[in-house]
């Protein structure tokens, strides 16, 4: 979905979506994903589990990534293996039927329908963010009902020797009442004849473009363009220290390997509103150890990558013997009940897209994200 909330991009600016959430009376977040500043949000462009084989476009895979899933795993090459690589018609295909089907399933708030048509992190948002929509009703919840097209779609694949396979699309969101949102996706078939399922999108900040991919003579993404050695730091290493920018705010000092850009900004503004709207209430942020997704990444044709990956956090918001009040309706909905008794706390997703260049003094930028609450526990 593509609308103020959900499944495909949410139109919510940060500060209304994710920094909301627990103002003063816990004015809970208008919706369970975003897409701040022009950013879009909602699904996932890596596949499977990283449990399937697979070999790059042109040359072998680069060690301990799977290219089938773009995730970790164990690649195989060998020349005898079997050739399930997607085609351009497969791939136009099952954007179309997603795209038919998340238009159905918004209409209706469909959360059964959901799990249909997307999978992992991305489901479990999107589900949140059709709750919340229930609950909330009324001009937001219309809003997330208009029919989204993706427009203008550039399909990338690796070549797959074995299920799970999977492809990437970049697209340009267009929905009604919004303003079009730059898209990335990843599709993804676990056996053959299984349904497409859309695990990861990412929508880019505003004045952001998707950088230039490899592309083999084949037309299939060239994993041998990515430079690994020269890299300032690997996907998973990358993934791991981003974490640590939610709990410090060093991005854009002399001795972080990342630039000061609007995805950590808004990442620590959700924070820093959310512990200061509930003032005096303690609020212990809690980030989770494992990414998820897991770390992907995308050949860059100027021998970097865009690294793919994702984080689970909580915060917990506690006050002895306050009763906290869901005023936004449609949190309420989501956590149950219209108050909370001494604390409450929001679990949330964040999926990022970063550019990682090849040259070790070089800095890491975050150009596109997803990611919101998906539940309130109390």
């Known amino acids: 979905m593509r609308d103020t909330v959900r499944g495909f991009s949410r139109s919510a600016a940060i500060s209304a979506v994710l920094a909301a959430t627990m103002a003063a009376a816990v004015a809970c977040s208008t919706s369970g994903t975003v897409r701040a500043g022009g950013a879009a949000g909602g699904a996932n462009p890596l596949t499977g589990t990283g449990s399937g084989p697979a070999t790059s476009a042109s040359g072998p895979a680069p060690t301990g990534q799977s290219l089938v899933s773009g995730r970790q795993g164990s690649p195989t090459t060998s020349a005898s293996a079997s050739d399930v690589t997607v085609t351009q018609g497969e791939a136009a295909a099952a954007l179309g039927a997603y795209q038919s089907a998340n238009n159905t399933v918004n209409a209706a708030l469909d959360i059964p329908g959901e799990a249909k048509i997307e999978s992992g992190s991305l489901l479990t948002l999107d589900q949140g963010s059709l709750l919340y929509y229930q609950g909330i009703g009324g001009a937001k919840a219309a809003q997330s009902k208009a029919p989204v097209t993706f427009a203008d779609p550039v399909f990338y694949i690796a070549r797959s020797i074995a299920y799970p396979r999977g492809f990437y699309v970049t697209a340009n969101a267009v929905q009604p009442g919004l303003p079009d949102a730059g898209s990335l996706l990843h599709f993804t078939q676990e056996q053959a004849g299984a349904p497409w399922l859309v695990d990861t999108t990412l929508g880019l900040t505003a004045g952001r473009q998707w950088p230039a991919f490899a592309v083999g003579a084949d037309g299939l993404l060239d994993y041998t363009a990515t430079q690994l050695t020269r890299l300032p730091l690997d996907t998973t290493d990358l993934a791991v220290a981003d974490r640590t920018l939610l709990t410090g705010d060093d991005a854009g000092t002399p001795g972080s390997p990342f630039v000061s850009d609007d995805v950590t900004t808004a990442e620590r503004k959700w924070i820093q509103d959310d512990t200061s709207g509930v003032s005096p209430a303690t609020v212990t942020l809690t980030v ?30 506690t006050q002895a013997g306050r009763t906290f009040t869901f005023a936004d309706q449609g949190w309420a909905k989501v956590a149950g009940a219209q108050t909370a008794e001494g604390g409450f706390t929001t679990d949330s997703v964040w999926m990022v897209a970063a550019v990682d260049p090849p040259e070790k003094s070089g800095k890491i930028q975050k150009i596109a994200y997803n990611g919101g609450l998906v539940s309130v526990e109390h």
Do not use: Q, V
């Open 288 to 317: 989770s150890t494992a990414t998820d997704p897991l770390p992907t990444y995308l050949p860059l044709k100027d021998g970097g990558e865009l690294a793919i990956y994702g984080t689970r956090l909580s915060l917990r918001a």
